[in-house]
């Protein structure tokens, strides 16, 4: 069922209506459909959904197939992992298909469903130290290839067999002259004009709210409403996060300390202690 960002179903007389939480968003319920080999729905959001083919591969495609926008965030899609080529950080691409792109599947999800099946405490320290770092080296790797992903949030870190760390999901990014129209979400979105595109600031400002998430199996200001955050975020008042492993990190990312990636991720492993955990296959 079609829902709008609040969670209340759009209704089901096939009219687009505009999103309440989001007005900028228009919304129509469309019959699910499942592209000839699918053999059950996966995930998905407003615009795309994953489906598992029989081979064990997720191929995406839109829900809509006479949303041109939806059906162009596939094409930008398809480019990003083209020019990206494949890196242990980014998920595995493998080629178009007729009803979309074929990626990969993550056999342990992403690292929001992860937490949030368990109790944060009993996610040893190392191991959300490896996603951490692994997640700016995801970042550093895409900003190096010129591409902005948009939507840095914890749900597009996706999880492999070795509970590695995979940033997936470029359809709304920037990359060139493709724009894929992404935008940040409430508690990851750098104050700005919403008509400013996103870019490296508005990437670096979206991972210390990933960084928080990581530490804490909280968004930031998760217990107000969207309204109050902004306005908190627009007068730099940020949780307390001196108590937190990387709290240095995730406030220099919101206070926009870090001029790069890089530089994320040279303080992370300088609080670490250790060394880059991977690098891109030749």
Known sequence: MAKYTDGTPVPKDGKYHVDPGNLMVKIR????????GVTGF????????LGLLPDGTLLKYVRDRENRNALNSLNVEHSIFSALGQHD????????HEHGILLQLALNGDICSYISKREHDSISLQLLQKWTTQAAEA?????SKGVIHCDIHPNNF???????????????????NLDGGAMESTRFFLPRDCRDPPNI????????????????GR??????????????????EF?????????SAIKGCWIGDFKSAKDILKAILEDSHVEPIHQSRP
Not at 211 to 216: A, P, S, V
Not at 219 to 236: G, H, M, N, Q
């Open 29 to 36: 319920y469309l019959e699910p459909w499942y592209p000839p």
């Open 42 to 49: 996966f995930s998905g959001g407003n615009t795309a959904r």
């Open 89 to 96: 950080r980014i998920v595995k691409y493998l080629g178009k």
């Open 139 to 143: 970042l550093v790797f895409i900003h």
């Open 158 to 176: 996706l999880l492999d067999e070795q509970l590695d760390v995979q940033l997936c999901d470029f359809a709304g990014s920037l990359f060139g």
């Open 201 to 216: 600031k508005s990437d670096l400002f979206a991972f210390g709210s990933v960084m928080y998430y990581i530490m804490t």
């Open 219 to 236: 968004e930031p200001y998760a217990d107000l409403s969207d309204d109050e955050v902004t306005a908190k975020f627009e007068r730099k």
């Open 239 to 247: 949780p307390d996060v001196e108590a937190l492993k990387y709290g």
